[in-house]
């Protein structure tokens, strides 16, 4: 099933933008007026940032394009929602799940960036994207982000 509604993709797109970029600021400590140089040590926060960046050119693109209903850099699109399936698998079945922090108290970040973008990544792919259009080799390029943190 393809959505192929401009005005519905462009909002999806928005919502996880906007989730993605708040959880991103608070992970930076942005809100607490501090600065937080540990927020690059972390494949969460760096798979975010490449997802977010990606909806947002995706959304220009759909803006300055209203004809074209194919995804934008749809290689760039793959990745990031390989980047952030791999975040959402790892903080699930190897963090233990949750979105509390070591002292208990309630995470918007950790919420927003270990579950609502990456489920939102993947339900942008299933509901607006054309399906059948990915190479075979396509997998393998796309893990190349995370393994080379995991090396790292």
Not at 5 to 12: G, H, P, W
Not at 107 to 113: D, I, N, P, T, Y
Request: glycine content about 10%; charged content about 10%; overall charge positive.
């Amino acid at each position: 099933m393809r959505l192929r509604s401009r005005v519905a993709s462009i909002a999806f797109k928005c919502l996880i933008v906007l989730v993605g970029a708040v959880g991103l600021l608070d992970q930076l400590g942005l809100f607490e007026g501090s600065f937080n140089p540990r927020f690059f040590f972390y494949f969460t926060n760096l798979s975010n940032a490449v997802a977010v960046a990606y909806f947002i050119g995706a959304i220009v693109h759909l803006v300055r394009h209203p004809g074209d209903g194919a995804a934008w850099a749809p290689r760039l699109k793959y990745a990031a929602l390989m980047a952030v399936t791999v975040t959402c698998l790892v903080a699930t079945f190897l963090l233990g799940g949750g979105v509390r922090l070591p002292d208990g108290s309630f995470s918007f970040a950790v919420l927003a960036l270990h579950y609502l973008v990456p489920i939102g990544c993947v339900l942008d792919w299933l509901l607006f994207d054309e399906k059948g259009r990915m190479s075979k080799t396509g997998p393998l390029v796309w893990m190349v982000f995370p393994l080379a943190y995991f090396a790292y």
